[in-house]
């Protein structure tokens, strides 16, 4: 063999990738594709795997094909001649062996390089099991367990330290009961909630999933991580869960527990709603109907005040004091719930100045006093007690601007992933590709090659 083919050998192997074997030869296969032919190019695949003594003594030569990404666009066939050593340690209990590499080993029909691209088509890449197998010549049971094994490596064991966690639940499925034979009871199997525990200000998606919907699986989740972990958490986001709350104060009981203002907005428009929908049946005896004052103004009831103009500002007072006294009951609900929009509007995070306790007093005594003058109407009585419950959290919230965002953005990314896999059948599965797909920016930003 010449100088140049040589050379040109040493480039071909450059290109295969394929660490531990040198390139022969390379045909096209008639088909699209190319045909390589390698031989072992490691002195070490000589080595016997039970004594580690190399081998001198050669048997025989097999040709095995294992299976390999695309090179330049094209399917690669791998022919590999690779020979068949005779062990000559008396002790050895092993007689013969084959040449093995750490990129192709023994009994294995596919290169490590492929089997990496397959866990990594799925955990970073977003495609679900079977189109990656699709892509890469693969069957379903061997993508997922390159994916098992990928995330096993990339995933960390243990939650990264963080200031504040997010908790929140999300729905994926059917419950699954199974009746006791013994008892003849139906028993819970597999919930269909599952609990997530989320990096609320640090980016970095979803620490783990329960199973679950109560405080034990919370507070269960919490105690099993390390206490080093447990003991930086000063703040946990939630919703107005007092099951989540009641778990947060066993688990962690010197964390504050600040409550999402989207959800305090929220709980205001359906009340608001409520009491809407409440006095439109006590005038009418019906449903509103287009013609109706209320019906004109039901959607800007919904809106904030700062985004109305002043024909809609208009608007809505002249319609509403068109229906008399309930128009007014319905427009001081609205002022209700403007005012505790304007107590939260207070928070750090809106006026990058950490707003004062006098500011937030004073903020809350309008509120409260406009609902004292409103006593009347039950819809806003109980919302001005579900703001006295959770008061400590929602001025835990004006005062840091942390906000359980981080938790909904990851629900989100999960049922996106559910739904892309069309379900899953498999609730350890899920927990792995929720984590994966909630992981991924963060992942790429801590290794961006």
């Not at 063999?1 to 295969?16: F, G, P």
């Not at 946990?236 to 709350?245: E, Q, S, Y």
């Not at 688990?251 to 709603?273: G, S, W, Y």
Request: glycine share 6%.
């Amino acid at each position: 063999m010449s100088t140049h083919d040589t050379e040109i050998n040493r480039d071909a192997t450059r290109l295969l990738g394929l660490e531990g074997v040198s390139v022969t030869k390379v045909k096209d296969d008639g088909a699209g594709g190319s045909t390589v032919y390698v031989v072992t190019g490691e002195d070490s695949a000589r080595a016997c795997p039970s004594c580690g003594v190399f081998a001198t003594r050669l048997k025989d030569y097999r040709t095995t094909a294992p299976r390999h990404l695309a090179c330049g666009g094209r399917q690669v066939s791998i022919r590999w001649r690779k020979a068949r050593w005779h062990c000559t340690e008396a002790a050895c209990a092993r007689r013969t062996f084959t040449e093995a590499i750490p990129q192709v080993p023994a009994r294995m029909r596919t290169t490590a390089a492929l089997r990496e691209a397959a866990g990594a088509a799925v955990a970073d890449g977003g495609r679900t099991v079977v189109q990656a197998g699709r892509d890469l010549g693969l069957s379903w049971p061997i993508v997922q367990h390159c994916f098992e094994v990928h995330a096993a490596r990339s995933l960390p064991a243990e939650p990264a330290e963080t200031e504040a966690i997010g908790i929140d639940e999300t729905r994926r499925g059917k419950p699954v009961w199974k009746q006791n034979p013994d008892t003849d009871k139906w028993e819970l199997v597999a919930d269909a909630w599952h609990i997530g525990f989320v990096d609320a200000i640090g980016g970095r998606g979803l620490f783990g999933q329960v199973e679950g919907r109560n405080a034990a699986s919370v507070a269960e989740w919490l105690a099993l991580q390390p206490a080093t972990w447990r003991e930086a958490v000063r703040y946990v986001a939630i919703d107005l869960c007092a099951t989540f709350r009641a778990a947060i104060h066993r688990a962690l009981p010197h964390a504050k527990v600040v409550v999402d203002c989207f959800h305090i907005v929220q709980l205001a428009q359906r009340h608001l709603a409520d009491l809407r929908r409440r006095l439109t049946w006590k005038q009418h005896g019906r449903r509103a109907r287009k013609g109706d004052s209320i019906y004109t103004v039901r959607k800007i009831l919904r809106r904030n005040k700062e985004d109305l103009n002043h024909e809609q500002r208009q608007l809505l007072k002249t319609e509403l004091e068109h229906m008399g006294t309930y128009g007014k009951q319905i427009y001081a609900a609205w002022q209700s719930k403007e005012l505790l929009r304007d107590l939260l509007h207070l928070a750090v995070t809106r006026r990058h100045v950490t707003p004062d306790h006098s500011t937030i007093s004073a903020a809350r005594h309008r509120f409260f006093s406009h609902v004292a003058d409103h006593a009347h109407l039950p819809e806003l009585v109980t919302l001005a007690e579900t703001v006295e419950q959770w008061w400590d959290g929602i001025e835990t919230y004006l005062t840091t601007g942390i906000t359980n965002a981080a938790s909904e953005g990851n629900n989100r990314l999960i049922k996106l992933e559910a739904r892309n896999a069309f379900g899953f059948s498999n609730r350890t599965n899920q927990r792995l590709r929720s984590r994966c797909a909630t992981t991924r920016r963060s992942r790429r930003e801590t290794h961006p090659h």
